[in-house]
């Protein structure tokens, strides 16, 4: 993955940062953290191969296509783990800037670290309430999360977040999403057992 990571022009170098980002993120929000972790290397390398080569013919991606496809081919024949190997592809950390997709992936990392659950993305209208009934439900509510972002992952529209918990839990999110020096929040409703809330930058 470096070799062919070193043969990028480096004027190219941000836009094979970005297709690794938004593999990893067709991962993430296609398939839950419950079902990755059921996945074997290879089953996981499928799902990002697909993309992969589907990107491959994408003008965004147009500059490197070939060498795209030589990497799936590559990792594929070697059983390498393409998911570790995107991630080392990411915009290097410079200071406490990231991308604000990035900054809100790591957000969400750390909720479902903090709450041990998982996040799910949904449509407002299809969104399952009942989801993890013994433990609490977070959901970002989207039909495409991509498109609350801009080409240079910077976060152009709002993103809705509707949680369920108890009252110990609830805390335990907003203080994670207050803690945020990228996003601030604004409740937009909240009950008994569930709080709605919009994200949006500071």
């Not at 697909?50 to 491959?56: C, G, T, V």
């Not at 969104?127 to 433990?135: A, S």
């Not at 020096?181 to 930058?201: A, P, T, W």
Request: proline share 3%; with cysteine; aromatic share 6%.
């Amino acid at each position: 993955m470096r070799s062919i990571h070193t043969k990028i022009k480096p004027e190219f170098e941000p836009l094979l940062s970005d297709l690794a980002l938004h593999a990893l993120l067709h991962l993430r929000t296609n398939h839950s953290a419950k079902s990755i972790s059921r996945k074997t290397r290879g089953e996981i390398n499928d799902i990002l191969s697909a993309w992969l080569n589907k990107s491959a013919n994408s003008k965004k991606y147009k500059p490197f296509k070939k060498k795209i496809r030589s990497l799936v081919t590559h990792a594929r024949s070697q059983s390498l783990d393409m998911e570790a190997m995107l991630g080392n592809l990411l915009t290097p950390l410079r200071g406490d800037e990231l991308p604000h997709l990035d900054s809100f992936l790591l957000l969400i990392n750390m909720i479902e670290k903090e709450l041990n659950t998982t996040v799910l993305v949904s449509s407002p209208e299809k969104v399952d309430l009942n989801f993890n009934p013994k433990g609490c439900l977070l959901c970002v509510l989207s039909n495409d999360l991509n498109a609350h972002f801009d080409n240079r992952n910077r976060l152009v529209s709002d993103i809705s977040m509707l949680f369920r918990g108890t009252h110990g839990e609830k805390s335990a999110f907003i203080r994670s999403v207050y803690s945020s020096s990228i996003f601030e929040h604004k409740v937009e409703f909240e009950d008994g057992d569930f709080v709605r809330i919009s994200l949006s930058l500071r």
